[in-house]
């Protein structure tokens, strides 16, 4: 079993930034890709970015790319999600899941460990 914990939501205004933290407690973390989705009142859940285990490659849904980062820090068993040039249709409930080998990296159903999620909230 594996439990994650986010934090680092908030209120932010438009264009500025914020960092989401996820750690992990439980098995190996260092085994997990680990993945970001966000879930916006009204719409479906969806892929933010993820990152994997071995040699952390990454990837990003296309509206974030260029201004999200994702890192992780095994020896911290954390994952973030560095949110810069935020916008207004960023604002969601964000997510952390984990997986030891999801087949799409971008697919929710892949992740068998979610954590409970945080607020974002990027005022205009």
């Known amino acids: 079993q594996v439990q994650l914990v986010e934090s680092g939501g908030g209120l932010v205004q438009a264009g500025g930034s914020l960092r989401l933290s996820c750690t992990a407690s439980?098995?190996?973390?260092?085994?997990?890709?680990m993945g970001w989705f966000r879930q916006a009142p009204g719409k479906e859940r969806e892929f933010v970015a993820a990152?994997?285990?071995?040699?952390?490659?990454?990837y990003y849904e296309e509206s974030v790319k260029g201004r999200h980062t994702i890192s992780r820090d095994n020896a911290k068993n954390t994952v973030y999600l560095l949110m810069n040039s935020q916008k207004p249709e960023d604002t969601a409930v964000y997510y952390c899941?984990?997986?030891?080998?999801?087949?799409?990296?971008?697919?929710?159903?892949?992740?068998?460990?979610w954590g409970q999620g945080t607020q974002v909230t990027v005022s205009s």
């Open positions: 899941a984990a997986d030891v080998d999801p087949s799409d990296y971008n697919e929710g159903v892949e992740y068998d460990y």
């Open positions: 990152i994997s285990w071995s040699v952390g490659s990454t």
């Open positions: 439980g098995r190996t973390f260092s085994s997990y890709t």
